[in-house]
């Protein structure tokens, strides 16, 4: 089941974007589901976040991009080790929304890997997806001490409903 709460902790740190990331603090609030670190939960992390977008006009390129930040999650950080999990939270505004996928941390920093567009390796190509999708994108510790969260906005055009004569 989801949760729905505020979320204390904007986000903070580097990021490769050059624009600040919405404040999440004084916008919409958080809904959050936490998933069991395995492969078959990265289909419910996605049918989560379509669900949370309805029809926006983002909605598939998000749950695209939802399905990489999770993949990741559970293949590259502690999250996918026995009994690991990572939690999904959608901040759903007018016009537009941010996803953050939370894991239990790894060594090593998210970061995109700018492949050669020939390069027919399988694997790598995830934060490049991410990078050239989203409006914005970044890594940040998790305020618990526990991980990190990946995190993408996405942002449409607010074309209010024509009105009636």
């Not at 670190?37 to 939802?66: C, E, K, M, S, Y």
């Not at 950080?77 to 537009?96: I, L, M, P, Q």
């Not at 390796?121 to 305020?143: F, H, I, M, Q, Y």
């Amino acid at each position: 089941m989801a949760e729905r709460s505020p979320d204390p902790d904007p986000a903070s740190g580097p990021h490769p974007s050059p624009e600040e990331p919405h404040d999440t603090t004084a916008d919409p609030v958080a809904v959050r589901r936490r998933f069991p670190g395995l492969a078959n939960q990265i289909r419910h992390a996605r049918r989560f976040v379509a669900r949370q977008l309805g029809d926006t006009p983002t909605a598939a390129t998000a749950t695209l991009l939802t399905s990489e930040l999770a993949t990741n999650a559970v293949t590259h950080s502690a999250s996918g080790s026995f009994g690991g999990k990572f939690e999904v939270a959608v901040y759903r505004a007018d016009t537009w929304v941010r996803v953050e996928v939370r894991d239990l941390g790894s060594s090593e920093q998210p970061r995109a890997q700018h492949r050669d567009p020939y390069d027919a390796s399988e694997n790598g190509r995830g934060l490049d997806l991410v990078e050239a999708l989203a409006e914005k994108w970044g890594t940040d510790p998790r305020p618990d001490g526990m991980g990190r969260l990946v995190w993408f906005e996405l942002t449409w055009e607010d074309h209010p409903a024509p009105e009636e004569p």
